[in-house]
Nanobody, 125 residues
């Protein structure tokens, strides 16, 4: 059984920063991709960022590129999301996800095999 556990969410004022962390346990993956998605109230889940843990290829949602930085630790099957210059539109539940296939990072939720429970990020104006 694979478990993804997120941490680091919280409440922050606009312009502030947060760092999310996620670690996968229960199985070893050869060349996984790990990513972050988010879902705001009344909206569909959307892709935020992803990273190929071996090699470090990254992929970002246009609206977060330059503000968010995704990084990973292949030895720990862990992924991090440094979020800077946060604005109220970033308020959402953020989900960590893992794609066990060796292809490059994807923005398609259907590609991801395992999901965390989510962590709330709230940005006040």
């Amino acid at each position: 059984q694979v478990h993804l556990v997120e941490s680091g969410g919280g409440l922050v004022q606009a312009g502030g920063s947060l760092r999310l962390s996620c670690a996968a346990s229960g199985r070893t993956f050869t060349r996984p991709t790990m990513g972050w998605f988010r879902q705001a109230p009344g909206k569909e889940r959307e892709f935020v960022a992803a990273i190929k843990l071996s090699g470090g290829s990254t992929y970002y949602l246009d609206s977060v590129r330059g503000r968010f930085v995704i990084s990973g630790d292949s030895a720990r099957n862990a992924v991090y999301l440094q979020m800077n210059s946060l604005n109220p539109e970033d308020t959402a539940i953020y989900y960590c996800a893992l794609d066990r296939h060796p292809a490059g990072p994807s923005n398609q939720a259907s590609r991801y095999d395992y999901w965390g429970q989510g962590t709330q990020v709230t940005v006040s104006s």
